[in-house]
C-alpha cells in the first residue's frame, strides 16, 4: 500500500485533548463507586510522569489503614492508542497488602513482614461490588482480568483491573522496606497469576520520547495505525502482535534510528530495516518496562516475526507525493 508524508503525519497525531477529560473522568468513576465503600481520596488527581495521561489518584480508609492506589495505564496512559474507541485501562492497586519476592536466604521476617491471611479474590469481589453500587449492574460486567464499565453518551468504556502490590528486593542489601522494584499482581478468576510493570513502562516511554527528538510515541502510533489496517484485511499475525506488544517491538529499536531523518517515511524504513535485520534477536526483546521478555514462547517469536515482515510488505513509501493510494 502506498503512504504519503501527509498520510503519516495524521497517522502519528496523538488524539485530542478531549481524551485528557475522558480519562480524569475515568478515575473519577472509580473514586465515586469506592467511596461507597468508606474510601476517602488523599490529595488530587495528578500524573505519574510528566508528558502522559498517566492520571493517579491515592485513596485510604482510616479506619483500617486500607490502602488503594489508582491510575490510568496501558496506551491511554502512554499517549500511544490511535483509534478514539479505545478502552481506558485503569488500574486499581492495593498497596497495604502486597506479594514479594527476595533474593536467595532472604524472607519476610527479615523485613518484619507479616503473612495476610486473606484471599486475593476479596479485594476483586470488593471492588467489583462498588462499581455496582455506583452504576447499573448491567453495565459492570466481571470478565476474568478486569472489570468492564460499559461506555455511553459521556463515558467511554473502563477496564478496570484490581490487582495487589508485587515488591521485587532481589536487589536490596539493606533491609529498606521502600527500596524495591514495584509491579503489580493480578489474580485472574481461571487462576492465573500475572506480574506486570505499568509504571516503569510509563517511565520508560517519557525517556525514549525524549531521547528520540520526540519521534517514538509518534512512530508507534504509525505502527499502531497499520496494524489496524492489516487486521481489517485479516492478517491473522498482525491481529495476534498485541497493541502492547507494538509499543515493546519499537521500543527495543536504538535511539539513532528515530532521529536518522526526519521525514517519518524514512524513519520508518529505518525501523523495518533494523527489526528485519535483527529477527532472531526478537527473543531476547523486552517489553517496554525494560523488565519481561517480549516474547516468552517459540509461537509468540514467530508471530511477531512474521508480523515484521507484514509491516515491511505493507508499506510502500511515495516521497514527495500528496495522496496515496
Known sequence: MHFTEEQLKRYAKP???????????????VRESLQTLGFESEGDMDVLKQDTFSYRLKMRKHSNSYKINI??????????NVRQNSDVDIAIVREDVFYTQFRKGVNRENYNFTQANESPFAYKDEVEKALKQKFYSADVQR????????????????DCVPCLRYRDYRKDFSFNTENYVGGIKIFSDKGEEIINYPEQHIDNGVIKNKNTN????KMVRIIKEM???????????????SSFGVEGLIWNIPDFYFIKYSSFGFIFEELINYLEMNLSDINSFKEANGILNLCNTPEKIKI???FVRDLGNHFNYKY???NGA
Open 227 to 241: 496494524r489496524y489496517q492489516l487486521i481489517e484485511q485479516g492478517n491473522k499475525n498482525a491481529k495476534n502482535t
Open 214 to 217: 520526540y519521534n517514538y510515541k
Open 15 to 29: 488524539l485530542s485533548d478531549t481524551e485528557k477529560s475522558m480519562c480524569k473522568k475515568a478515575i473519577d468513576m
Open 143 to 158: 470478565g476474568n482480568k478486569a472489570i468492564r464499565i460499559n461506555g455511553n453518551t459521556y463515558r467511554k468504556e473502563a
Open 304 to 306: 511477531y516475526q512474521q
Open 320 to 322: 514527495g507525493a500528496s
Open 71 to 80: 491510575f490510568v495505564k496501558g496506551s491511554y496512559a502512554n499517549n500511544t
